[in-house]
T-cell receptor
């Protein structure tokens, strides 16, 4: 059963803490992406990676960090430097040289 | 000016009617266009993509692209209550390393 999984589904963070969101795919996709969605808004790109051990900043990378040590995995760390982290975080992946992106179920992060 | 603009709605149509969703984009370099459906609290699902001017049909859905006027639309024929969702438009620009830029979405309600 191929797909993209994200965990946890819900995450609560205290101010000043770093948290890591998991994204795993078994679709053999080369590219992976992290987006943030705020209520009533579209998706904004945080980071993306086209190949293992390489990633680039998106439009809103400040306060976030990523790694891409394996093709299947692209974890996102929300650091304490991110001033307003409460949002819905979506991971996506795509086949190389193809534009269509497919999304995981998302993680809803709330800062207490 | 937003790069990808959509009327936020809400748009209401009666069951069985045609729902018309519109999207305009600002960059003439945009190459490909995508429509995603997002149910409340869920992640986006890809409905259709279109690269060439004209119409592209898939079941009850038709995507229309007019590059000269810089708009893309999605028609949903025989609308069903299950089509009630937010519809996100996205584009990809030339040389953007396959980054998609999303609009803020149009909320559609199909009334039984």
């Amino acid at each position: 059963d191929g797909g993209i999984t994200q965990s946890p589904k819900y995450l609560f963070r205290k101010e000043g803490q770093n948290v890591t969101l998991s994204c795993e795919q078994n679709l053999n996709h080369d590219a992976m992406y992290w987006y943030r969605q705020d209520p009533g808004q579209g998706l904004r790109l945080i980071y993306y990676s086209q190949i293992v051990n390489d990633f680039q900043k998106g439009d809103i990378a400040e306060g976030y960090s990523v790694s891409r040590e394996k093709k299947e995995s692209f974890p996102l760390t929300v650091t304490s430097a991110q001033k307003n982290p409460t949002a819905f975080y979506l991971c996506a992946s795509s086949v190389s040289r193809v534009d269509e992106q497919f999304f995981g179920p998302g993680t809803r992060l709330t800062v207490l | 000016q937003k790069e990808v603009e959509q009327n936020s709605g809400p748009l209401s149509v009666p069951e069985g009617a045609i729902a018309s969703l519109n999207c305009t984009y600002s960059d003439r370099g945009s190459q490909s266009f995508f429509w995603y459906r997002q149910y409340s609290g869920k992640s986006p699902e890809l409905i259709m993509f279109i690269y060439s001017n004209g119409d592209k049909e898939d079941g009850r859905f038709t995507a229309q692209l007019n590059k000269a006027s810089q708009y893309v639309s999605l028609l949903i024929r025989d609308s069903q209550p299950s089509d009630s969702a937010t519809y996100l438009c996205a584009d990809r620009k030339v040389g953007s390393a396959r980054q998609l830029t999303f609009g803020s979405g149009t909320q559609l309600t199909v009334l039984p």
